[in-house]
């Protein structure tokens, strides 16, 4: 509908064709000036069927095309169920949007009609109503239930009933620690009969170090983490300090830090007072954050236009990630639909544009000294790369001799200031000490005939080294404005100003040449409480993460809230996660996502009361089995009727499949090494992230990109996946992992009974005991625990 008909039939045309509108549920029920257009439940009396089916051809629709019959057929069966409508309040607010039918441009959303926007709005306190059916009165356990049941009721469906126990202790330890639990975890919650018992399950889950872990993956999707760049030129090194960002994470999580500190301490802690040196990590967001290829050969304006495209990344990591906004969709102009302006846009760029990203030591510095060292690292980094690339191809260069001279002039008076150094930081000077030491030159190439010695076979590589470092260093940033240094036009240094910010100009199209109207830096107009100009010194990386919690707190905690709750339920809220604009989706229970956010920040913005206020409710507890008259008014459990089946994610499935091997190492924080590698058995959140060359088992089970932030994950089921299962020397070392665990047993009965325990956390049914000890007459023990971690029930969610 909002594809084919939304064009000619939406509730913001001045006339809508015949009355009719689809874009709100009300105009969808009411129909058009004949009448009623769909009738649930029959569609013979239908007359949109007809329209869609070209029954008659004065009212075929849409015009010019006929719909696929499998739409067509959907449509039939969607109204045969009763055409549920999902949506709760579709209305736009009046003026929001000025819809087209041909190629006109749409109009935004107006600031102050933006204000009224419902994302925008304080949160509020909302009581539960009551429910009316004695049937289920007693089900709810919390507030979250009674919102859930008053939408049910409305539906007349029943919730599910709670699951078993032994589905419970699953479902908390995945979602909480990211693994299934043993079979010795299990029995102890499945005999704990005391009647604060999940409870205390949740809270010793919480507690647990390995909770961290866990969560710290979820934000890293949000937060485009990745220990490297799109690309691997000499000018995009990769970040080998990067991993002490994801470790900050764990750390941070696991001590529940508030999430408005959380999220202001990854943009300013290098501004924030008081805060340990340990935490400038936490700066890894920005410091560790994807760069484009700026090679110096490259004119001023394709190096500006680079430089942008950085700064574009940070806006849109921000934007999408915490405010749920889609501000990078005004680079080029004012947003199309939401009240976002072009100069907000570019108000925001100003704030990443003063901001530079460094190696800072993770040891204290004299903050003067640190400053001018993080300056010198980049301008050693470039003097370097420049004089070097001039020697081995100097034919690319006019007058290379007095260029490659000037630069090794330059880097000598750099080193002689470093060494200064090394009495008081004899680690500073060792960072950088490779920028002054040139590899020969290039032996000449051999001649033609020359006979070309062979390339050892691969087992007699040696092997790849380790990008990462654990060196005293951390990716960060400092405050700097940067700029493009266009005076030669042969070859384009990029200038960057210690302690100094920059306003940037509003680039109309996105065009560096075109440049328009400065743009203080500052915050997005429709979300300001007064002047969105900054008013603090430097960037305003600071001012900008306070104002996001002092002038829009209520959009900050439903956006956290939201991912929350649909990491735990597979299903969030609000289907558009990282999009609460005009063209995202209303939320399926406005007052549910609104009390839950209002009392996540009168818990001080906790997440771990979070995660407890969501498990603790009855609606967690409940069974995903499916129930037909549920499925006959509402097939996607939009209202929660049942707790979503859905498969694990590549890190919770990898990790349940190593524990119950036995082969699973639960050392906590450390060097990220390569999950390719047999002998690393480590968590796969200590894996290391590429962003230009993905690991082949994150790929296959659907890791997000890491060049962008992710709204979610899209998990699949592929032959692929099956191929690895079945074939892989991961899948097999495993399986003889669980056959050593059960060697010193006589019996195929034994044997079966350890493979379930130690593969499913559970004993096998008689008829399992049969075919096992069947196959046990026949085949391997390894293969059998193989096929047992191969089963659905371990790639499940419980």
């Known amino acids: ?86 949506r709760v309040d579709a209305v736009p607010d009046a003026g929001a949007v000025a819809s087209t039918t041909g190629t006109a441009p749409l109009i935004g959303m107006p600031i102050e009609q933006g204000r009224s926007w419902w994302a925008f709005q304080p949160v509020a306190f909302h009581t539960a109503p009551t429910s009316v059916s004695p049937a289920t009165a007693a089900w709810p356990e919390n507030n979250i239930d009674g919102h859930i049941l008053a939408r049910l009721e409305q539906e007349k469906i029943a919730p599910s009933a709670r699951t078993d126990r032994r589905t419970l202790v699953a479902r908390a330890y995945v979602d909480l620690l990211g693994y299934k639990p043993t079979y010795d975890e299990v029995q102890a919650f499945v005999t704990d009969t005391s009647s604060n018992g999940y409870e205390r399950l949740i809270d010793t889950l919480l507690a647990s170090p390995h909770y961290g872990e866990r969560w710290a993956r979820h934000w890293l999707d949000v937060a485009r983490f990745g220990e490297d760049n799109p690309t691997s030129e000499a000018t995009n090194p990769s970040f080998p300090f990067a991993w002490r960002y994801r470790d900050w994470t764990i750390e941070a999580l696991n001590a529940d830090t508030p999430y408005d500190r959380f999220v202001t301490l990854q943009l300013a802690a290098d501004k924030m007072p008081g805060v340990a040196r340990e935490d400038l990590r936490a700066l890894g967001y920005l410091g560790a954050a994807p760069v484009y290829h700026k090679d110096q050969r490259l004119s001023a304006d394709v190096t500006y236009g680079f430089m942008t495209d950085d700064w574009d990344d940070r806006i849109d990591a921000v934007s999408r990630g915490v405010l749920g906004m889609t501000v990078a969709c005004a680079r080029c102009h004012d947003h199309k639909f939401d009240p976002i302006l072009t100069k907000d846009y570019y108000a925001l760029a100003g704030v990443f544009a003063s901001t530079m990203r460094a190696e800072r030591p993770m040891f204290e510095v004299e903050p003067q000294v640190e400053q001018r060292y993080m300056w010198v690292q980049k301008r050693l980094f470039d003097l370097f790369y420049s004089a070097n690339l001039a020697t081995r191809e100097a034919t690319t260069f006019v007058e290379p001799e007095r260029r490659v001279a000037a630069w090794k002039g330059e880097i000598e008076s750099l080193k002689a200031e470093m060494l200064g150094l090394a009495d008081r930081y004899p680690k500073l000077v060792e960072n950088v000490e490779r920028f002054w030491s040139f590899p020969p030159p290039p032996p000449p190439r051999p001649a033609v005939d020359a006979p070309v010695e062979p390339r050892p076979p691969a087992a007699a590589r040696r092997p790849r080294p380790n990008p990462s470092s654990d060196e005293p260093f951390m990716q960060a940033v400092y405050d700097a404005a940067q700029f493009v240094n266009g005076t030669d036009n042969t070859y384009t240094f990029i200038d960057y100003t210690p302690g100094e910010a920059r306003d ?36 305003g990386r600071l001012e900008l993460a306070n104002r996001i919690f002092s002038d829009s707190p209520g959009l900050a905690a439903r956006v956290i809230v939201n991912r929350v709750w649909g990491w735990h339920f597979g299903q969030p809220l609000v289907m558009t996660p990282s999009d609460f604009g005009v063209q995202g989706q209303r939320p399926s229970h406005p007052e549910l996502l609104d009390d839950l956010a209002a009392r996540f920040i009168a818990h001080d913005w906790s997440l771990k009361w979070l995660h407890k206020e969501i498990m603790m409710s009855a609606t967690y507890q409940q069974k995903s089995q499916p129930r037909a008259e549920a499925i006959a008014v509402d097939q996607t459990n939009l209202l929660i009727w049942r707790m979503n089946p859905r498969r694990l994610d590549v890190e919770s499935y990898r990790d349940s499949l190593l524990r119950a091997a036995g082969r699973l190492d639960e050392a906590l924080y450390g060097v990220s090494d390569d999950l390719q590698s047999d002998t690393f058995v480590r968590r796969t959140i200590y894996g290391r992230v590429s962003r230009n060359n993905p690991t ?14 992710s709204p979610g994950r899209d998990l699949t089921t592929t032959s692929l996946q099956q191929l690895f299962v079945m074939n892989s020397a991961f899948m097999g070392t495993l399986g003889e992992a669980l056959a050593d665990s059960v060697r010193h047993h006589e019996t195929y009965a034994l044997k079966v009974r350890d493979l379930y325990r130690l593969a499913l956390s559970r004993d096998p049914t008689a008829a399992e005991l049969v075919e096992g000890r069947g196959y046990l007459t026949q085949g391997t023990v390894e293969r059998f625990g193989q096929m047992l971690l191969a089963t659905n029930e371990k790639i499940f969610h419980p």
């Open 696 to 709: 082949t088992l994150l790929t296959l089970y659907d890791f997000p990109d890491a060049n962008q932030t």
């Open 504 to 539: 940037m100009p509003v680039l109309r199209v996105a065009n560096v040449n075109a440049p328009g109207e400065i743009a203080p830096r500052g915050y997005l107009t429709v979300l300001s409480r007064g002047d969105p100009t900054f008013t603090e010194s430097g960037s």
């Open 1 to 86: 509908m909002a594809t084919s008909c939304a064009g000619c039939h939406s509730s913001t045309l001045a006339a809508p064709k015949g009355d009719f509108v689809v874009d709100t549920k009300a105009g969808l029920a009411k129909g058009g000036r004949l009448g009623p257009e769909i009738v649930p439940g029959d569609p013979a009396a239908s007359r949109l069927l007809d329209a869609l089916r070209y029954t008659d051809q004065s009212l075929a629709m849409p015009p010019g095309a006929k719909l696929p019959d499998h739409v067509i057929a959907d449509f039939e069966q969607w109204i045969a169920n009763g055409a549920f409508d999902p």
